[in-house]
């Protein structure tokens, strides 16, 4: 079992940027890749971004591509995402996600594909 921690949401003004981390616990986060997703109220859950376990591989939607930058600190068991530019249609909970894979080049988009998340943060994009 793994546990993830979201912080660093909050209200900011179109243009601003966030820094949204994802704290693991229980188990070494080395183990999984990782990834962003978010959703709003009466939506499914969007993806955002992903990145493997050696950080080698990354994936973005389209809409955040150029404004959004997945990383992770495996030694710091914790997850990035830099939120740059950003606009009112990011407004949004964010949470992050884990999956196992034995392959360190490993990224998933489908929210099917991870087994652990978090309990989300509050992004707000004001115009």
């Known amino acids: 079992q793994v546990q993830l921690v979201e912080s660093g949401g909050g209200l900011v003004q179109a243009g601003a940027s966030l820094r949204l981390s994802c704290a693991a616990s229980?188990?070494?986060?080395?183990?999984?890749?990782m990834g962003w997703f978010r959703q709003t109220p009466g939506k499914e859950r969007e993806f955002v971004a992903t990145?493997?376990?050696?950080?080698?591989?990354?994936r973005y939607a389209d809409s955040v591509k150029g404004r959004f930058t997945i990383s992770r600190d495996n030694d710091k068991n914790t997850m990035y995402l830099y939120m740059n530019n950003l606009k009112p249609e990011d407004t949004a909970a964010y949470y992050c996600?884990?999956?196992?894979?034995?392959?360190?080049?490993?990224?998933?988009?489908?929210?099917?594909?991870?087994?652990?998340w978090g309990q989300g943060t509050q992004v707000t994009v004001s115009s």
């Open positions: 990145i493997s376990r050696n950080s080698a591989n990354t």
């Open positions: 229980g188990r070494t986060l080395g183990s999984y890749y």
């Open positions: 996600a884990a999956g196992f894979s034995m392959f360190s080049g490993n990224v998933a988009d489908s929210p099917s594909n991870f087994a652990y």
